[in-house]
Structures are given as structure tokens and as C-alpha cells.
Nanobody
Framework: EVQLQASGGGLVQAGGSLRLSCAAS????????IAWFRQAPGKEREGVSC????????????SVKGRFTISSDNARDNAKSTVYLQMNSLKPEDTAVYYC???????????????????????WGKGTQVTVSS
């Protein structure tokens, strides 16, 4: 069973940086996607960024493009992997609970991240709070 563990959230001033980590394990397929979503109080969940394991492709929501970077530790063991979300130039509107999620349906994962969070992902980790003060 796929398990995801997110960490790295915290409180930071506007303009600062944080790095989130998502430790993933239990994949039985070589091709999968890991994505970050976030949800602020009173707002709908939104996709932030997605990473695909087979080709290392990355995808970003317009609201974070140029400020956030998703990457992987490139672990050769596909059963375990860590995906990072480096967040720079943080803004108060980035404040939210951030979740990492995974799916072995890569196209569904990309679509969920970039256009339709309601599609859902098969596996979710617990969220980590990111708070950006002004």
C-alpha cells in the first residue's frame, strides 16, 4: 500500500522560503505521479505542482510558477521516493494546509493538479500547515 508522509511546514514571513518534503513508499508501478495540493480556510482545494516519475516532468499552477520548484531525490528504488516542494518568495496568500498525493494514473494526476482537483488522487498524506505572515 502506498504511504505518504508530508513534513516541512511552518511559519515564515512574506518573502521567505520553506521546503516541504513528501516521503512516499509502497509503489508497485514504475510510472506514477506525486503532486502537492493546498487548501486554505474557506477555500476549495487547489493543485499546486506535480512530478511524474517516468520522465521527471514537472507542472505548476500559475499562482506559484516561478516561485515554487518540485523535485525528487531520484531514488532508484521505485518503492520509495521523496518529493520536495521548494517554496520561495512566499506570500500571505500561500497560507494553507499543504497535502502531498500520489496516483499511478499519471494523466489523471496531472489533470487533477492543473485543472480539476475534484478528480481526486488515489493516495493522500496528512497535511502540513504553511503560514505566511505579512
Amino acid at each position: 500500500e502506498v504511504q505518504l508522509q508530508a513534513s516541512g511546514g511552518g511559519l515564515v514571513q512574506a518573502g521567505g522560503s520553506l521546503r516541504l518534503s513528501c516521503a512516499a513508499s509502497g509503489f508497485t508501478y514504475d510510472d506514477y505521479a506525486i503532486a502537492w495540493f493546498r487548501q486554505a480556510p474557506g477555500k476549495e482545494r487547489e493543485g499546486v505542482s506535480c512530478f511524474t516519475s517516468s520522465d521527471g516532468a514537472t507542472y505548476y499552477a500559475d499562482s506559484v510558477k516561478g516561485r515554487f520548484t518540485i523535485s525528487s531525490d531520484n531514488a532508484r528504488d521505485n518503492a520509495k521516493s521523496t518529493v520536495y516542494l521548494q517554496m520561495n518568495s512566499l506570500k500571505p496568500e500561500d497560507t494553507a494546509v499543504y497535502y502531498c498525493a500520489a496516483d499511478d494514473d499519471v494523466l489523471k494526476a496531472i489533470t487533477a493538479t492543473m485543472a480539476a482537483p475534484s478528480y481526486g488522487m488515489d493516495y493522500w498524506g496528512k497535511g502540513t500547515q504553511v503560514t505566511v505572515s505579512s
